[in-house]
């Protein structure tokens, strides 16, 4: 079945580190890739997306790219702030009979430091 | 738009008793999806309905778990009867299917603010 591993967490940067969370997947045919954000308290809501392989997903200094040949589609920021602290989510839309569902790894925890 | 509206967002409840969970989602919309979010557990998919039909409840966890959606605009999740173990966020979503030549995998689901229950 299709599945999503994440870089476990939690992690602790620094104001203006670099940061990468890693997610690896697990799907036949060729799923859609999506990175959630959930700020405490609040819902999920879409970071960036990517549709196809060798795609770039990007929002708000964000970026990911669509590797197929890895199964991967890390997460990366060149320079995270305090506001970015949050759990992020990687998750995968398999489609066919599926349409519509996704498929979330287990998210991972981020603390910036002021 | 509003986006996906949920009501309550606390209930706080005793142990046995019946808890109805609100969701209106966004106007347009045909997907709807029921999770609920724990810390042991992680985020889980309860149930998703199509155009108000129900696609895939294989992750209502038991009998005492049901949801409807009798219109577009309008589901419920049903606790009866409610348990400590219940207790989590449940957040609902929806999102609307875009047919083109590339029709696969999902669209962008659009997450409510949530429902926290706490069952004492």
């Known amino acids: 079945g299709n599945s999503v591993t994440q870089m476990e967490g939690p992690v602790t940067l620094s104001e203006e580190a670099f940061l990468t969370i890693n997610c690896t997947y697990t799907?036949?045919?060729?799923?859609?890739l999506f990175w959630y954000v959930q700020y405490p308290g609040e819902g999920l809501q879409l970071l960036l997306k990517?549709?196809?392989?060798?795609d770039k997903g990007s929002n708000k200094g964000f970026e990911a790219t669509y590797r197929k040949e890895t199964t991967s589609f890390h997460l990366e920021k060149g320079s995270v702030q305090v506001s970015d602290s949050a759990v992020y989510f990687c998750?995968?839309?398999?489609?066919?009979?599926?349409?519509?569902?996704?498929?979330f790894g287990q998210g991972t925890i981020l603390t910036v430091h002021p | 738009d509003a986006g996906v509206i949920q009501s309550p967002r606390h209930e706080v409840t005793e142990m046995g008793q019946e808890v109805t969970l609100r969701c209106k989602p966004i106007?347009?919309?045909?997907?709807l999806f029921w999770y609920r979010q724990t810390m042991m557990r992680g985020l889980e998919l309860l149930i998703y309905?199509?155009?108000?039909?129900?696609?895939?409840d294989s992750g209502m966890p038991e009998d005492r778990f049901s949801a409807k959606m009798p219109n577009a605009s309008f589901s419920t999740l049903k606790i009866q009867p409610s348990e400590p173990r219940d207790s989590a966020v449940y957040f609902c979503?929806?999102?609307?299917?875009?047919?083109?030549?590339?029709?696969?995998?999902?669209?962008?689901?659009?997450f409510g603010p949530g429902t926290r229950l706490l069952v004492l």
């Open positions: 998750a995968l839309g398999a489609g066919g009979t599926s349409y519509g569902k996704l498929t």
């Open positions: 309905f199509n155009n108000n039909v129900p696609i895939d």
């Open positions: 990517a549709t196809k392989a060798d």
């Open positions: 106007s347009g919309h045909d997907y």
């Open positions: 979503a929806s999102s609307f299917r875009f047919y083109s030549s590339r029709d696969r995998g999902a669209e962008t689901q659009y």
């Open positions: 799907a036949t045919g060729y799923p859609s």
